[in-house]
């Protein structure tokens, strides 16, 4: 496993990061409680050491699934990182999303419960929500809980650069989460505003919810209210064919390297200068054992090269829309 220092944190994290949004089960088909559990302490066991999950995610059902989880694993070498302001049920806002002070002090106590753990070592702020919340009054109660001990840094996920800028006036911002990958560059000028910044990044989306290990050939017939129809736009056409096209220059390192596809796209993201840890879904130990095999080996200067260059093809092709920091 390599390794990286996630910005002005200090810490240490593994270039791969357990991302759980799947194993919450909501809108992403049949989810198995056991096969993700072992697909976490199976990543966990290859020398993963950062974890990251909502409360969003299935309502609370991915946060007890993490918390049951890491139970018997070194707390203290162990890095947790889940979110506040995307609620639910009774009292919740139109839209689910409440960045208030209020909300984030009921918020996490509940997660700290859920995950069975007395801190939490990064506390994203979901996204901006629609209330007109102000940054000041999120901000104020991010660094309360910092203050109090029951978080170590401070994260935003979604946000834009100007909504990260307003937010660094009233607290500390240490690292951002937004979505990036070969088929999803829509973020990469907050990438590269954390960076000349000392902002840790973490990456979600890394494998393209799937398009990047190599799996989805044909265009799928999803529930249309999958999670990956609904919040990527690639998975319909015109960009499932340009995504199609990509997947060919990956198919001939991973046939050269005699190695899966999937294993190509992580290396691609891990050995990123923008990205400190990219997220990676898993939801049975196989997947989580080949991201981890990824790691073991690194592209060549002129593989990086040749898949950058079909990386900027595919920019060039499809339209940069749909940022979700602006929805």
Same mark, same amino acid.
């Given at each position: ?24 089960g909501s809108g992403w088909g049949a989810v198995d409680r056991n096969d993700s559990i072992r ?46 302001? +995307? ?12 960045? =208030? ?29 629609? +209330? ?34 307003e937010c660094m006036k009233y607290g500390d911002v240490e690292v951002i989460q937004p979505p ?60 499932? =064919? ?70 900027a093809e595919y920019e060039r092709e499809t339209p940069a829309d749909g940022s979700p920091t602006?929805?």
């Amino acid at each position: 496993m390599r390794y990286k220092v996630l910005g002005k944190t200090g810490l240490k994290v593994s270039v791969a990061t357990v991302g759980t949004w799947a194993i919450g089960g909501s809108g992403w088909g049949a989810v198995d409680r056991n096969d993700s559990i072992r697909a976490i302490r199976s990543m966990l066991d290859n020398e993963v050491n950062i974890v990251d999950t909502a409360p969003i995610y299935g309502c609370g059902v991915s946060e007890e699934i993490v918390g049951e989880a890491i139970k018997g694993y070194d707390r203290e070498k162990l890095i947790v990182s889940t979110k506040c302001g +995307l609620v639910w049920g009774e009292g919740a806002p139109k839209g689910g999303r409440d960045i =208030s002070s209020k909300s984030i002090m009921k918020e996490i106590d509940d997660s700290l419960r859920r995950l069975g753990v007395e801190y939490i070592d990064i506390y994203h702020v979901h996204k901006p929500d629609f +209330l007109g919340t102000p940054f000041e009054d999120t901000m104020s109660a991010m660094m309360k809980l910092k203050e109090s001990g029951k978080i170590r840094h401070i994260g935003l996920s979604n946000f834009s650069i100007e909504q990260t800028e307003e937010c660094m006036k009233y607290g500390d911002v240490e690292v951002i989460q937004p979505p990036f990958s070969m088929i999803d560059q829509r973020e990469r000028s907050v990438l590269e505003f954390a960076k000349q910044h000392d902002i840790g990044v973490m990456t979600y989306g890394s494998l393209g919810a799937g398009m990047l290990t190599g799996t989805i050939r044909e265009l799928p017939d999803w529930d249309p209210k999958d999670m990956r129809f609904v919040f990527y736009d690639y998975f319909k056409e015109p960009k499932f =064919s340009k995504a199609q096209k990509l997947l060919k220059s990956l198919d001939k390192i991973a046939e050269a390297r005699q190695v899966p596809v999937a294993q190509v796209a992580v290396n691609w993201i891990t050995a990123h200068p923008l990205v400190d840890t990219a997220l990676m879904g898993v939801r049975n130990k196989h997947e989580a054992d080949e991201n981890c095999a990824a790691t073991a080996w690194e592209l060549t200067a002129e593989e990086i090269a040749v898949l950058n260059e079909a990386v900027a093809e595919y920019e060039r092709e499809t339209p940069a829309d749909g940022s979700p920091t602006k929805r």
